[in-house]
């Protein structure tokens, strides 16, 4: 009896560590079947340019009202370098058919230095422009906790849902750090800077709306 013991106890042991070191992980993710997950691109809209609260010594000047829906393709923790302060992670989110599974499954995705890449073989899974329009780099300033908190437990595959606005940021010393109003761009730049308001993950891709008949 005391060995069964042991040996079950051994067992949960086992599981909890295996458990854990698949939520540690920043490789794990969530696959899907194929298929496009989110059909709409972000949106995004005039906005006063009224300061927002600062944070750890950072001011934010809006420049547009912003709200995206859409795939996670990656996350980045930065620990040190410059923004880390207040943008300790990055995201990056993919729409139309770079939130298909069978598109994504033919890239290699990666992030670094403050960037997203995405390379493949032989001939891309859809169009180089269509990719570029389809995804983005977030440099995410969490407005309060609770966003802070859903940043920071998002996985990719995950479809998340955040709105805020994107923004100009001036820090300690002359820093400063501007945001991209495009999601055709590229390169150093292309990123939005993004003072997120309230956010949303799940596991499952939002329900499509059913379409609208005029009556007749």
């Known amino acids: 009896m005391m060995k069964l013991r042991k040996l079950a106890i051994s067992t949960i042991v086992i599981a909890a560590l295996v ?3 698949w939520f540690l992980n920043p490789w794990r993710s969530i696959t899907h079947p194929p298929g496009v997950l989110v059909r709409n691109a972000p ?3 005039p906005t006063a340019a009224v300061p927002l609260a600062e944070i750890d010594g950072w001011k934010f000047m809006p420049l547009a009202d912003y709200k ?3 795939r ?3 996350t980045k923790r930065y620990y040190s370098g410059f923004g880390s302060d207040i943008v300790p992670v990055d995201v990056a989110i993919g729409w139309g058919r770079m939130s ?6 033919q890239f290699d995705l990666s992030m670094s230095n403050r960037f997203f890449f995405y390379k493949w073989e032989n001939t891309p899974a859809i169009p180089e422009d269509e990719i ?3 995804a983005a780099n977030n440099h995410i300033i969490a407005a309060n906790r609770k966003v802070r908190k859903t940043i920071n437990s998002l996985i990719p595959g995950q479809i998340v849902t955040l709105s805020g606005y994107l923004v100009n940021a001036t820090g300690p010393k002359g820093a400063s750090w501007n945001s991209s109003t495009r999601r ?15 956010a ?9 709306k059913p379409a609208v008949v005029a009556a007749k």
């Open 184 to 198: 055709d761009d590229t390169g150093n730049g292309a990123c939005e800077v993004f003072y997120v308001i309230e």
């Open 72 to 74: 996670v393709l990656g």
């Open 132 to 134: 570029m329009r389809s």
């Open 100 to 105: 298909d599974q069978a598109v994504l499954d």
């Open 68 to 70: 995206i829906c859409g």
């Open 19 to 21: 458990a854990g070191a």
């Open 200 to 208: 949303s993950a799940s596991n499952t891709p939002p329900p499509e």
């Open 43 to 45: 949106v995004q809209k």
